[in-house]
């Protein structure tokens, strides 16, 4: 217990970089802190403060490599006694865990009541939207066309902090969970999501990367109909669903409606920020699993809600299909051939993983990759998806080389057991598990969230194949 609990230690103290594969610890987190953690309030107060720090007190450099190397020790040292004897006088495995507090899942399902289009799925890919499309346009300098979607309050918030910013770029979303939601009896709810992500920061050639957490807080009309996927993401006027274009007024220029709240569509009140550290990107190292021995969690009533669903065999086939070209995919770096088989969302972050290997010449290979048990979690449906998680067990040798073949982590001798929690969604208007038709003529297609049929040329889009992995979420940080 004592050797688990010094590198425990150590790995929470100099933030060693985590197993990469495919769903792995790689996905938003980036590399080392630098230490800029900051917590805020109000419309958008983020409190950052920046980079590393340096002391004021008039030290000179001699005094710094002198007592201040062994004032550092001394604190270390301290810690990883402390850390020790928790161990020892603990009877549960040791595990490292985030200092923040986390919040239950909320369930929102209730608001299907007064709006029977709404869905959690597509609430997620609009928040996912939502996000991308503000920082992005936070860094040309044009949050103000989101004005429909943010308070006038925030926008201005966020553009007194972007002062300077030339582009936000490679934003990536590794984390998004419904932590709040209320007024579900008066005629406005509110909903708190919170986000983990990463990205860049360009201040002329400056560039810099940062692991961000944020809290939203989303409002609207309880009762109003929510639009279908298709006009749900943040790309569409809330009144007309036209492309969002906005005069100089932010009236719409198809309807002219100027949107101030979330009459029509869910929108920003506030941002908060929670934390947010430089960290650059290291794409090599490993740890051990965390969490692959927690007792799995199950939806209540789950061997109820199984009985709504026939065919487990063809379900269980299409996830194991999914999961070993993914892994494929992935040890290849060739990211093209996995876009049949995820959302658009998840296909986008997965593709910027990939790239940061390309850009750094490594390769991380999973060998003699292994699919074993597969437990079915959780089943929800709504108006247009149906979605079912399940917590999927799988082994192999996990190791990071560099274009050289050199190993730069991991091993390829050791064989690494996980399990993660996937979410497979697909359409209420899917065909079969197995078919591969055109909803448009019928003609055969191949499998593929957004494809173009060869026969009639018309797109697919959207969750209209079976099946679809839409999240990967790690056994230890998995809430339900």
Known sequence: MKRVAIIAAVALLFAVAVYARIGGGQTYSGGSSSSSRSSGGGSYSPSYSGGSSSSSSGASGDDIGGCGLVFIFLIVAIILIAIVISAQQSTSALTVQSSAEVPPIVDMSALRRFDPNFS??????????LYARLYEALGRGA??????????????????????????????????????FRGIDTPWVEADVDFESNYTESRGSAIRRFYVRERWTL???????????????AQHCP????????RSDGACLHCGTIVRDG???????????????????????????????????????IAEKRQDFTDW????????????????????????????YE???????????????????LRNVVENFKVGHIEVVKIARDAFYDAITVRMYASGQDYTVDENGTIVGGSPIGVRRWSEYWTFIRSRTAAAADAHICPNCGAPLADGQSVVCDYCGGKITTGEFPWLLSRIEQDDSYRG
């Open 263 to 301: 009459s029509f569509q869910w929108f920003v009140r506030t941002i908060r920020a929670l934390e947010k550290d430089e960290r650059p990107r290291d794409l090599g190292g490993s740890a051990p699993e965390s969490g692959t021995d927690n007792p799995t969690i199950y939806q209540p009533r």
């Open 239 to 246: 009144k007309c669903g036209a492309p969002l274009q906005t």
């Open 120 to 129: 959690e799925i597509v609430f997620t890919d609009f928040c996912y939207s």
């Open 343 to 361: 959302t658009g969302a998840l296909f986008q972050m997965h593709r910027y993983w990939i790239d940061e290997y390309l850009r750094q010449h």
């Open 143 to 180: 949050v103000d066309n989101l004005a429909p979607y943010v308070d006038k309050g925030v926008r201005d918030g966020l553009k007194q902090y972007a002062a300077g910013l030339t582009s936000i770029d490679e934003i990536v979303i590794g984390s998004f969970a419904v932590v709040a």
């Open 219 to 233: 409002t609207r009309a309880r009762d109003v109909l929510s639009p279908v996927p298709e006009k749900a993401k």
């Open 313 to 340: 065999t063809a379900f269980e086939q299409r996830v194991r299909l999914v999961a070993n070209e993914l892994q494929a995919a992935w040890t290849s770096r060739d990211w093209k051939r996995a876009q049949s």
